[in-house]
C-alpha cells in the first residue's frame, strides 16, 4: 500500500501547489492556512480510510470505495465548521447540525461576496468558506481519480479548474504563479502516474525499478512548465475592459455623452468601461467645503422608480425667480465659478440655495424654482460654459430641525412631496418598526436616517445589486441591506415620504477632489445621489445616508451619520463614489469603493461580463471532463467504420484495457483471442476465431485477405466482454477510458524526446 | 548414400509437406514413445536444414531419435562416439595412400551421412569438435585442398551431457551458435517406460519400423519449406525479439543474426507442417526457446539469481509486441 500513501501523497502536493494559483485571487494571504487545511484533511483521511480498510483486507471492494469519500466529505466538513463557525460546533471542531447550518450561512454570504468584490478580494470569510470547498471537493476528486482509480495524470485535469478561477476572475497580466503553480502540480501527478505505472509493471516483469520514473517525470514536468510559461504569451489575450467595452454604447471613439452628462439617453453601460476618471468640471468656490453640486431633483416616485417631474416651471436666471434664504435661519453665502471641463449636460450643475447666475455664451438656462433644477432650453447645454454662482447655503441646526412643525396637510409642498404608490408590505413594515405618528417630522427623518447609516443594522454598500429604485428594488435593498447610493437615497427619500415628511432624491455631483491652484476637480467619479428633506420654515435640506469616502464627504452637521457618531474618532468610513445615469437615477456603478468593514482595502464590482466568464469557465471544465469518453467514443466509430482487422482489433483490445480485462500484451492474433475468450465466454469461440483468423490473414498471409464484416463480432465480443465486467469498470471504461490515455501516453512517447527506452 | 551433389526431387509444389511430415512424425512415434513435441521439433529442424543439439542424460533415447529419423526417411544414418583421443579425420575422413594404385584414396569420415549422430560431442578435444562444426557449417569437407560436398539431407543430432563431469570440454557459444535448436529429450513417463520395457523384451521396435519417406522426399519437403511466404511484419518481429535479446539487462550475449535466420527458418517449418502457406508469429513463439535459448549467456548476477535462458526468452517475448498491422 506504500504506493497508494505515495500517490496520495502526491496529490495533497499537487493541489497545495496547484492552489497557489489562487494567490492573486486574494489581497491579503489569511486565505491559504483554511485551504492548506482542507486539502490535508481530505487526503489523509482518504489515506488513513484506505489504509485501514487494507489492513483488514476489504481494500477493493465497492463498500470499502464508498466509505472513503463519504469520511472525505465528513472531514472537509469538519475543517469548514471548526475554522468558520467554531461556536456551536461540538468543542470548537466536530460537526453539528447547528455548525453545519451555520457554515451554510457562510458559504451563501460567499456567494454574494462573489458578486459585490473585484479582484484582488478581501478574503473575507464566505469567499474563503467557498474557496475552501472548492479546494476540498477538487482534492476530493482527484484524489478519487488518482489513488482509487489509479490515474493520476486524469486527476491533473482539475487543476485546469484551479487555473480557471484567477484567469476568469483577475484583470491585467495574469500573474506567473496561476500558471506555475498548477504545472508544477501537474508534474507531481504525472510523476505519481509514471511511478504507478512502473510499480504496476515490476508486479508482472522484471528489470523495473520505481527510480526510473523520476527522470521522465521531471522531464514532461519540465516540458509541462515551459509550456505554460511560453503558451500565454503565444496566445492573444484581450485587453483590459476590452470585454465590457464590446457591450458599450457603440459611439465611436471620442468622449462620448455618457461619462459626462446626466442626459436621459444616456447609455448606462457605457460608464462601466471607464476605466480613468473623465474631468467633468473645473469649481473655483470661495469656501473650503462647498456642498453637494446639484444637477436634477428627482421629485416623483412611482412603481418604476425616482424619475423627473414636470420642470413645471420656466423662470428666467437672472435673478428675478430665485427664492430668497429663509429668514431666522442661519446660512453661508458661497461665490464659486464653475467651469464646464468634458461635461456636456441640459442640466447646469449649480450649488443649492441659488441666490444669483449668470452663464456665459448665449444659451437660454431657465430655472424650475420648486425643484431648483438649472436647465437648457433649444438645446442648450453646458459644454465649454464657465457660470458663475452666488448662493445662500441653508446651515440649520439640530434644535431648528428638532423645532420644524409638520406642514399643514393641504400645503402644495406636503401634498406634492409624500405622494407614493401603494408600497411593498416589506418596506410598510419597516417603517413601521422605525416610526410612529406621535414623532415630530425631524424625529421621523432621523429614525429613518439613522436606521440606514447605523452599521449595525448591517447594511453595506454593494455595487452588485441591480441598479434601480423600483418598488421591489427597494424592498429587496431594505431586506438583503445592500446597494448603493442610488438605493440608499432612493430608500430614504420613501420611507421619509412613507413617514408623511415631503423628500426627494437629488442627483449632481459631490464638490471634487481639491486641485494645488485651490480649485477642485470634478469627475465622473464624483457623482452621487442624495435626499433632500423639506422642512417647514428652514426648505430643503439635504440628507446623505450613503456612505461616503472622507475625501469626498461633504460636512452636513446636522445629519451626522450615526455610525461616524458612534465612533467619531476612529477613521473616517469608508466609501463610494458615484456618477448618475439616467432621469430614472440609475447610477452609474464604475467607481472605486472601500466596505465598511475594511477602510484600507479595496474592492469593487464584478461586471457581469466576469460571471460569464466563470459560467464559461465551468461549461469548459465541464467539457474537459466529458472530453476522455467524447474522443473515446468518435476513437471507437472510426475503427469499427474502417473494417481494417488491425483497426478492429486495436477497438476489441481497448475495449479490454478499458475493462481491466487480463489480456496477454504481446499475444499473438490466437492467443489474443483465447485471452478474450476466456472472459467472453466460449459461446463466442468461433467470433473471436474468425476475428483472430482474419488478423492473421491480413498481416501474415500472402495474398490479401478477402473483405469479411468484422464489425458484427466485434460488437458481439464488445458486448460479451461487457456484460461481464462489473458495473464500476463499465463506468469508467465509458467515463474515463483508460485505453485512451495509454494512446496518449504511447503517442508521446513516440513524438516527444525521452530518454533511452527503459529496458524490458 | 555418399558424397555426391545434391538431386532434386519432386518438385516442391507437388510435396504435401503436412501430410508427409505427419507421416513421418508417426514412424518415429512408434519407437520415440511418448515423445510427440521431440519428435516434432527434430523434423522442424530437419526441414529447416539445421542441426540438433541434444542435451540430456545418457539412455534417454538420443540415439534411438536419430536413428528412428533415419529409418522412417530411409536414410543413412552414421554415429559417432565422442572421446578425448577422437582425432578430427575420424570425423571429416582422411586421405590414404593406395599401395597399389600409388595414390591417396580418400576415406569418408563419419559426416558422410544424412544423419550423423555425435554422441557426448563435450567429451572430445575442441580441435575435433571444431572439425564437425565447420563441417555442419560448411556442408563439405575439404582434405589435401579437395573439396567433398556432403548429404543432403544432412543433419547432425549432437548430444551432450549436461553434467558437470571430469574430462568435458563444454562447446564454445561460437559452436552452440551452429545448432539451430537445443532440446532435451526428458525421461518418458511411466506408462510409456512400462510399455518400452514390455516391447523391447520381444523385439526392438527400430526394427519393425519401415520407410514412410525417402531422402529426395525430404529433399523436396525442404525446398517447399524454403518458399514459404513470410509476411514483412513477420521478420520485423523476429528481428525486434533478437534486437531485445541484446539489449536484456540479464543477458551477456543476445541473439545472434545467424539466430535469427535459424529462428525465421524453423518456423517455416513449423508453419509448412502445420499445413499453413505462411508463417504466423504463433511459430515464432513456439520455436523461440529451443532455438534461441542455447545461445544466449547470463550475466553473473542472472545466473547468481538463477535465472535460465528459458525464463529470460519468455520475457522478452511477453515484452515484444507482435505486430498487427501491415
Known sequence: MTGRWGTATAVAVAMLLGSLALAPVFAAPTWAAPVLLAVLAVSGSGALVRAGLARAGRADTVPGEVAVPVVQVMALLTVLCAVFAPGRALVGLLPTPASTVDVLGVLSSGFSEIREQVTPAIPLDGLVALVVLLVGTLTLVVDLVAVGGRQPALGGLALLVLCCVPVATTTGDVSLLVFLGPALGLATLLWADQRQRLAGRQRSGPGAFAGTGVLPAVRTGAIAVLAGLLLPALVPTLAEGSFASGLGTGQGPGVSSTGTSLDPDAALRGQLTQPDPVDLLRVDADVDDPSYLRAVALDRYSEDGWSIGNLGRSEPTDGSAFAPPPSGVPTREVRAEITAEAHDDRFLPVFPGLQSLAVSGDGDWRLDPDSGTVFGRDDARTTGLTWDVVSEEVRPTDEELAAARPLAADDPVQQEYTQLPPLDPRVTDQLAELVDGEQSPDQRVRAVFDFLTDRANGFVYSLSTAPGTTGDDLADFLQLRRGYCEQYAGAMAVLVRASGVPARVVLGYTPGQRQPDGSRLVTNADAHAWVEVYYAGLGWVPFDPTPLSGARAVDLPWATRADVAAAEASASPSAPTTAPAGPTAQLDRDDTFTPLATDDQRAGGVPWGRVGAWGGGTLGVLALLAAPAVARAAQRRRRLRAGDPGAVWDELLAVAHDLDVPVRATGTPRQLADDLGEVAGAQLRPELLALAGALQADVYAPAGAPGRDLAGPAHEVDRALRRASGRRARVRARALPPSLLADVRAWATDHLPRPRAART | ?326
Do not use: W
Open chain 2, 1 to 326: 548414400m555418399g558424397a555426391g551433389s545434391p538431386r532434386h526431387g519432386h518438385p516442391a509444389a507437388q510435396v504435401d509437406v503436412q501430410a508427409e511430415g505427419a507421416r513421418i512424425a508417426g514412424a518415429m512415434g512408434t519407437v520415440v514413445v511418448g515423445k510427440p513435441d521431440v519428435v516434432r521439433l527434430a523434423l522442424v529442424v530437419l526441414l529447416a536444414e539445421g542441426h540438433l543439439l541434444i542435451e540430456d542424460v545418457p539412455g534417454v533415447g538420443k540415439t534411438t531419435l536419430a536413428k528412428a529419423m533415419a529409418r522412417a526417411v530411409d536414410s543413412e544414418v552414421r554415429r559417432i562416439q565422442f572421446t578425448p583421443d577422437l582425432l578430427p579425420s575420424d570425423v571429416t575422413g582422411v586421405a590414404v595412400f593406395d599401395q597399389e594404385s600409388r595414390t591417396f584414396e580418400f576415406r569418408p569420415g563419419a559426416v558422410f551421412a544424412n544423419l550423423v549422430v555425435a554422441d557426448e560431442i563435450n567429451r572430445a578435444s575442441p580441435k575435433t569438435q571444431s572439425a564437425l562444426l565447420e563441417c555442419m557449417e560448411e556442408r563439405q569437407v575439404t582434405v589435401d585442398g579437395t573439396t567433398y560436398e556432403l548429404a543432403r539431407p544432412f543433419m547432425v543430432l549432437a548430444t551432450q551431457n549436461p553434467l558437470e563431469m571430469e574430462g568435458t570440454y563444454p562447446l564454445p557459444e561460437a559452436q552452440r551458435d551452429r545448432f539451430t535448436a537445443r532440446i532435451s529429450m526428458g525421461y518418458p513417463d511411466r506408462d510409456a517406460e512400462l510399455a518400452m520395457l514390455d516391447d523391447r523384451a520381444v523385439v526392438d521396435p527400430l526394427t519393425r519400423l519401415r520407410p514412410v519417406a525417402d531422402a529426395a522426399t525430404v529433399r523436396a519437403m525442404v525446398d517447399a519449406v524454403a518458399q514459404l511466404h513470410v509476411a514483412d511484419p513477420l521478420r520485423r518481429y523476429v528481428v525486434s525479439l533478437v534486437e531485445a535479446s541484446r539489449r536484456s539487462p540479464d543477458l551477456r550475449l543476445g541473439a545472434s543474426p545467424r539466430a535469427g535466420l535459424q529462428l525465421l527458418r524453423a518456423a517455416r517449418a513449423a508453419a509448412a507442417l502445420a499445413g499453413r502457406d505462411h508463417v504466423l508469429p504463433d511459430d515464432v513463439q513456439e520455436l523461440a526457446a529451443p532455438v534461441l535459448a542455447h545461445r544466449l549467456l547470463l550475466t553473473p548476477d542472472a545466473a547468481l539469481a538463477r535465472r535460465t535462458p528459458e525464463r529470460v526468452v519468455a520475457e522478452l517475448l511477453a515484452a515484444v509486441p507482435v505486430p498487427r498491422r501491415r
